[in-house]
């Protein structure tokens, strides 16, 4: 079997659009990806005919509300084959799950020189928040560094991750390199020295099949908008028994239990994560993205994204002075570039004049940028709605901004 | 010397003649191709102009009353951008460049053209330019 691409693209109201006129080419995904038209009608629906706040109503509504929305959080643990319903908190996305996990985890177990390892291809949201925490309790902040085709290599993962490593967080696919790191060898390596793991898949849960406890990763984060659903969601998971021992974030709404003048005492799992009211209307339709990606088959989606991937750099590569960044071995659907003498804002603003949308700049990875002396690069970065002829309009364009800009 | 509305006018008039969007960023890129490079000493920290997606520096000099720009960008676009509000600005009083309405931006679609990310960039240029007109008043 294989995908039917006219189909799901049918299904993407958004590609049939035009831009400055011309048929709209969408290769940002790695920034965010199209809405099918099962996502955009469920947000609608609920807010057409079963809108109302969850967990608190005793009326018809609100327990709709809350079935929807508990469903989700079945759907999401079966998904990434998480052992509890309860380990799957939802967040505004990954930059607030990084953060949560920083303020609780962070706070509580990383004292002063202890030491936290990241990988210097993270984005910058799973730098900052480690930073300040770093700043707050005097510990540090160590990188595995960049290797010149875009990996890391496991020799420098063992050097660097120790037993003063109290936590490794690393990013499962590169946003601006589209390297998929070895995280199994990563968790075995900071469980060897007992260090917890995050794993950053923002990039990687629309990609291919993610298995929480095959991997047996400490947390998880990804954001909803990446996985074809709403902005403003997205899910912390983490191991029930870490969870637990983390205090909470934010206070107020669903994460308390009972609360007097004298003290407040909170909430359990998982609502001791998910103060005030969340994104109700989105998280319902972040289900219903799941069940699409899941309906489709993320198997055959990684299948024909590979396959896209392939041609898109063989095209690419046979483009006169088109230098590409990050050519690791093992990589997802993203290709950075940069044409030589030319700036990437150039070629970006150019091609958008073409309707083709690609990302440029230093993708909110500044440090991988540093790493090859360059000031951003431009990035295609592909869905499974995207075709061949998609990529042919690229090197079309390219060619001409090239000629525009020599 | 030209007034600052004669020189807009005569861009608007420029950029009408250019139907397509892929003709008027090619008379944007040579134009920036011709705009006289900033001094090396004048590309500084200080003297960037933050909001752009490129790297943009604006030095201005003040010589016999009038504010003279100097202006340069990693990116050819941009500096086909800075290179319109310098042509339009730069050899005025400071006075006349602070008191400036810049009209021509939106009547040759560029802003429309550009987005937000972009157009804040813009935003930033113009309001650097304004605030030396603003300071060397004071000369």
């Given at each position: 079997?294989?995908?039917?691409?006219?189909?799901?693209?049918?299904?993407?109201?958004?590609?049939?659009?035009?831009?400055?006129?011309?048929?709209?080419?969408y290769l940002d995904n790695g920034a965010s990806t199209q809405?099918?038209?099962?996502?955009?009608?469920?947000?609608?629906?609920?807010?057409?005919?079963?809108?109302?706040?969850?967990?608190?109503?005793?009326?018809?509504?609100?327990?709709?509300?809350?079935?929807?929305?508990?469903?989700?959080?079945?759907?999401?643990?079966?998904?990434?084959?998480?052992?509890?319903?309860?380990?799957?908190?939802?967040?505004?996305?990954?930059?607030?799950?990084?953060?949560?996990?920083?303020?609780?985890?962070?706070?509580?177990?990383?004292?002063?020189?202890?030491?936290?390892?990241?990988?210097?291809?993270?984005?910058?949201?799973?730098?900052?928040?480690?930073?300040?925490?770093?700043?707050?309790?005097?510990?540090?902040?160590?990188?595995?560094?960049?290797?010149?085709?875009?990996?890391?290599?496991?020799?420098?993962?063992?050097?660097?991750?120790?037993?003063?490593?109290?936590?490794?967080?690393?990013?499962?696919?590169?946003n601006?390199?589209?390297?998929?790191?070895?995280?199994?060898?990563?968790?075995?390596?900071?469980?060897?020295?007992?260090?917890?793991?995050?794993?950053?898949?923002?990039q990687?849960?629309q990609h291919?099949?993610?298995?929480?406890?095959?991997?047996?990763?400490?947390?998880?984060?990804?954001?909803?908008?990446k996985i074809y659903?709403?902005?403003?969601?997205?899910?912390?998971?983490?191991?029930?028994?870490?969870?637990?021992?983390?205090?909470?974030?934010?206070?107020?709404?669903?994460?308390?239990?009972?609360?007097?003048?004298?003290?407040?005492?909170?909430?359990?799992?998982?609502?001791?994560?998910?103060?005030?009211?969340?994104?109700?209307?989105?998280?319902?339709?972040?289900?219903?993205?799941?069940?699409?990606?899941?309906?489709?088959?993320?198997?055959?989606?990684?299948?024909?994204e590979?396959?896209?991937?392939?041609?898109?750099?063989?095209?690419?590569?046979?483009?006169?002075?088109?230098?590409?960044?990050?050519?690791?071995?093992?990589?997802s659907s993203v290709?950075?570039?940069?044409?030589?003498?030319?700036?990437?804002?150039?070629?970006?603003?150019?091609?958008?004049?073409?309707?083709?949308a690609i990302r440029?700049?230093?993708?909110?990875?500044?440090?991988?940028?540093?790493?090859?002396?360059?000031?951003?690069?431009?990035r295609a970065s592909f869905a499974f709605y995207n075709?061949?002829?998609?990529?042919?309009?690229?090197?079309?364009?390219?060619?001409?901004?090239?000629?525009?800009?020599? | 010397?030209?007034?600052?509305?004669?020189?807009?006018?005569?861009?608007?008039?420029?950029?009408?003649?250019?139907?397509?969007?892929?003709?008027?960023?090619?008379?944007?890129?040579?134009?920036?191709?011709?705009?006289?490079?900033?001094?090396?000493?004048?590309?500084?920290?200080?003297?960037?102009?933050?909001?752009?997606?490129?790297?943009?520096?604006?030095?201005?000099?003040?010589?016999?009353?009038?504010?003279?720009?100097?202006?340069?960008?990693?990116?050819?676009?941009?500096?086909?951008?800075?290179?319109?509000?310098?042509?339009?600005?730069?050899?005025?009083?400071?006075?006349?460049?602070?008191?400036?309405?810049?009209?021509?931006?939106?009547?040759?679609?560029?802003?429309?053209?550009?987005?937000?990310?972009?157009?804040?960039?813009?935003?930033?240029?113009?309001?650097?330019?304004?605030?030396?007109?603003?300071?060397?008043?004071?000369?």
């Amino acid at each position: 079997m294989s995908l039917n691409i006219a189909q799901i693209r049918a299904d993407f109201p958004i590609l049939q659009e035009k831009i400055r006129g011309k048929q709209l080419v969408y290769l940002d995904n790695g920034a965010s990806t199209q809405k099918p038209h099962a996502v955009i009608e469920a947000e609608k629906y609920y807010y057409e005919h079963q809108y109302a706040n969850i967990h608190r109503g005793v009326h018809y509504l609100s327990q709709i509300g809350t079935d929807l929305y508990e469903n989700v959080r079945k759907q999401i643990r079966q998904f990434i084959n998480a052992k509890h319903d309860h380990e799957i908190i939802f967040t505004k996305g990954t930059t607030n799950a990084i953060n949560l996990v920083a303020y609780t985890f962070g706070r509580k177990f990383i004292n002063e020189g202890d030491e936290i390892v990241v990988t210097e291809m993270e984005h910058h949201s799973n730098i900052v928040p480690w930073q300040m925490l770093c700043e707050e309790k005097k510990c540090v902040l160590k990188f595995i560094p960049l290797q010149e085709d875009g990996s890391i290599s496991l020799e420098d993962a063992e050097r660097l991750i120790t037993s003063k490593t109290k936590l490794v967080s690393v990013v499962y696919v590169s946003n601006a390199l589209g390297t998929i790191n070895p995280i199994p060898e990563l968790i075995a390596i900071a469980h060897k020295n007992g260090a917890k793991i995050l794993v950053d898949a923002a990039q990687a849960i629309q990609h291919f099949t993610i298995d929480v406890r095959a991997l047996d990763a400490d947390f998880l984060v990804f954001s909803g908008h990446k996985i074809y659903g709403p902005t403003g969601t997205g899910v912390l998971y983490g191991k029930e028994e870490i969870l637990n021992e983390m205090p909470p974030y934010e206070g107020g709404g669903d994460m308390i239990k009972s609360v007097s003048f004298k003290g407040t005492t909170y909430n359990d799992l998982p609502f001791k994560f998910e103060a005030g009211t969340p994104n109700i209307a989105g998280c319902i339709a972040l289900g219903t993205a799941v069940k699409y990606v899941q309906d489709t088959g993320i198997e055959y989606i990684r299948a024909y994204e590979t396959e896209l991937l392939q041609y898109a750099t063989e095209q690419l590569s046979q483009i006169e002075g088109l230098k590409l960044y990050g050519t690791a071995k093992h990589k997802s659907s993203v290709i950075s570039f940069l044409m030589e003498g030319i700036y990437p804002y150039d070629v970006g603003v150019l091609l958008d004049n073409m309707g083709i949308a690609i990302r440029t700049g230093h993708h909110c990875a500044q440090p991988v940028m540093d790493h090859y002396g360059i000031p951003g690069t431009c990035r295609a970065s592909f869905a499974f709605y995207n075709t061949k002829e998609e990529v042919y309009v690229l090197i079309e364009g390219i060619l001409k901004a090239k000629k525009m800009l020599s | 010397m030209q007034s600052i509305n004669d020189i807009q006018d005569e861009i608007i008039e420029d950029f009408s003649m250019y139907d397509d969007w892929n003709d008027k960023y090619e008379y944007l890129i040579e134009f920036g191709k011709s705009l006289p490079l900033i001094d090396e000493q004048y590309k500084t920290e200080e003297n960037r102009i933050h909001g752009c997606q490129s790297r943009v520096w604006l030095h201005a000099e003040l010589k016999e009353y009038k504010l003279y720009f100097f202006a340069d960008s990693d990116a050819i676009i941009t500096k086909g951008i800075v290179g319109l509000l310098v042509k339009v600005l730069s050899g005025h009083t400071p006075k006349e460049i602070a008191e400036s309405e810049l009209y021509f931006i939106e009547k040759i679609g560029l802003k429309e053209h550009l987005s937000p990310t972009r157009a804040n960039g813009l935003v930033s240029m113009i309001k650097k330019m304004k605030t030396y007109g603003i300071a060397f008043q004071a000369h």
